[in-house]
């Protein structure tokens, strides 16, 4: 690729990205004074009648009332949603085009791990560390928008007292395994590099992290749609993957 063309395709994508985040911005400005439903009030009866008759109700009476309730539905969920997607993933792509200097797309091959173990181990941290206040939003997303069964309270904040005491002890074991993991590791590493005095160990190690990025990737396309607030979380998680394995490859050839 010439100089010309990677300046061209590196604006491009940059360019791209600022105005995918300036149309969810205008997503989420349009969304907001929105009502939820054409009628409220009937909204908020058929809603009430539901919720306190639907085990009594016959299938198709249930159906009915179900389905007049999605009729009264407007836009403004699925423009709130769209909008906040735009808004979580394309500055995380912009950060990454800024600090890996990808304005000028050849760069891409030298874009490297983070510097030190206890940087990679910090991102890593942080990432879960995220997800926390991810579900709480989204758990507000979910009631706020559930005009089915708004009033019914399935205990979520006793859950959510028990998974934020489940994630500090998961994150402190991952820090503590990922620190003897990259025991030996150098950083920073180039994220293509291979080990070509130990080639099967290259091949293993990129079988086993390649499924763990194919993982991570499909949670990204996943959570598009049914868990936004996540995406920053997953999209630096699919990042510490593949400097994982950079870094195990890197360190390999320091031993």
Known sequence: MTQKKGLL???????????TTGAGVVLLVIAYPMPA????????????SYEQSVDRMAAEQREFVKQEIVSLRTSKWRLYNSG?????????????????RLWDLRNLRTVTTPETRLGLLGLASLAWWALLPALQLAEFDDYAQDDLTPHI???????????????LVWIAMVA?????????ASLPANLYCWDGIRPYRSIVLSAVYG????AFATLIVWSAGNFPWGLPSLIAGLYVVISTRAALL???RNL
Request: charged share 10%; hydrophobic share 60%; proline share 1%.
């Open 176 to 184: 503590i395994g990922g620190l003897f993991i990259l025991w030996k």
């Open 84 to 100: 906040l997607g735009m808004c979580l993933v394309a500055p995380c792509f912009i950060l990454a085009i800024l600090y890996f």
């Open 153 to 167: 309270d399935g205990g979520h904040d006793v859950l959510f007292f028990f998974a934020k005491g489940f994630f």
């Open 9 to 19: 395709f590196g604006i491009v994508l940059l360019a791209l990205c600022v105005v």
């Open 37 to 48: 439903h054409t009628d409220e009030q009937r909204a908020a009866d058929l809603t009430v």
């Open 250 to 252: 890197n360190g390999s």
């Open 211 to 214: 499924l763990a990025g194919g």
